[in-house]
């Protein structure tokens, strides 16, 4: 292995403010920098639509722009290929067994990091940072790597970074959790960089429009995706759908049901049926579950008390947790709650501290 200098960090430059910020930090710092974004998908063939603000060609402009403001060198590195195979893939099967997925998790650990630290190796570089809003944290007691919550809650993306390996967080940096959203503009603004008010999205970076249904149609054509029966839960049709796969747990809009007296909302999809279940909001809440593939940081025995926070929008509350054989654990919230959704993921924090992390089945 090459002779790799901590003071030399790669940066996951995405085009955005944050991880621009975090660019123009490091530098200041007298850090060794090299500014690396990453090409993922190809919008020539869809350029009459309009696609979530991440790692679009117009991005990586703008993140060239500010490397050669910073003074950092830059390179684009084509990975195509192993976006497309590693998360679009799973994007659209995920879907196809009525499971809601999380794309920019998969992201963060395959693309970002992965496949990242492995290039950066390869420019003799042992680091690498990104703009994520969360802090890396060394436990003094067991000497494991954990990441918590970002000083700006409003912004912490720890949600996302529950399944990184003991290897991939001890080469990680986060220049920007002790910050927040509102200071990082002004730094932008202050060192003259193009994208200080650049706009933010939420959007999935590779769907048009954010129409998921559609790019998944189009993906997997009429034999995964045509019409089924829209149910209520004691099997009485009432409308009818347009494939399955367009829907996820909780969901109000694009029922195609009518004449009922309250919303109803989706509670249960079955695959195999092509069958959608709707029923009032009430039904939506659950106090129990199931989550597999669980990464802890810090590892616990038996039965222990935490914060379990189910998807990124949701505060989090206190659930008791107990591992199971197979890297699986069940999940009891002491109150319970709305749209438990599979193929979302369950984190576990003590203390704004993350200690594990699953899938929700």
């Known amino acids: 292995m090459k002779n790799l200098n901590v003071d030399k960090v790669v940066v996951a430059m995405s085009g955005g403010v944050d991880s621009s910020v975090a660019a123009a930090l490091l530098k200041q ?42 003074g950092i060198p830059f390179y684009i590195l084509n990975m195509e290929k192993e976006f497309n195979e590693e998360v679009v893939d799973y994007f659209v099967s995920e879907y196809l067994k009525a499971r809601t997925p999380i794309p920019c998790t998969l992201c963060n650990q395959r693309l970002k990091f992965d496949h990242l630290i492995t290039r950066a190796e390869g420019f003799g570089y042992q680091r690498v940072a990104t703009g994520h809003y969360a802090l890396l944290v060394n436990d003094e007691a067991t000497g494991r790597f954990t990441v918590k919550r970002g000083k700006d809650r409003s912004r912490d993306q720890s949600y996302f970074l529950f399944n990184l390996s003991q290897e991939q967080l001890s080469r990680l940096e986060f220049p920007l959790g002790d910050t927040d959203k509102k200071e990082v503009r002004r730094i ?3 060192l003259g960089l193009t994208v200080a ?69 989706v509670t249960a999809i079955d695959p195999e049926k092509n069958e959608i279940t709707v029923g009032l909001k009430n039904s939506l809440y659950r106090s129990d579950f ?20 189910i998807r990124y929008l949701h505060n989090g509350s206190t659930a008791k947790v107990k591992p199971l054989p197979g890297e699986r654990a069940h999940v009891e919230f002491f109150e319970p709650q709305l749209s438990i959704t599979p193929g979302q993921s369950a984190v576990f924090y003590v203390d704004d501290y993350i200690v594990g992390g699953g899938w929700i089945e």
């Open 29 to 70: 710092q007298g850090r060794d920098v090299v500014g690396i974004s990453l090409q993922l998908w190809d919008y020539s063939t869809d350029s009459t639509e309009r696609f979530g603000t991440c790692c679009s060609l117009d991005d990586l402009g703008d993140a060239r722009r500010v490397a050669d403001r910073v």
């Open 188 to 190: 932008a603004k202050e």
């Open 290 to 309: 199931f989550v597999n593939k669980v990464n802890w940081y810090l590892p616990r025995q038996g039965v222990f008390e935490t914060q379990v926070q």
């Open 197 to 265: 008010d650049k706009k933010e999205s939420r959007e999935i970076c590779f769907v048009p429009d954010n129409d998921y249904a559609s790019f998944i149609e189009k993906r997997v054509g009429e034999k995964n995706f045509h019409e089924g029966d829209i149910v209520n839960t004691d099997g009485e049709v009432l409308g009818r759908h347009r494939g399955y796969p367009a829907f996820t747990i909780g969901q109000r809009k694009g029922l195609n049901v009518g004449g009922l007296k309250e919303p109803h909302y």
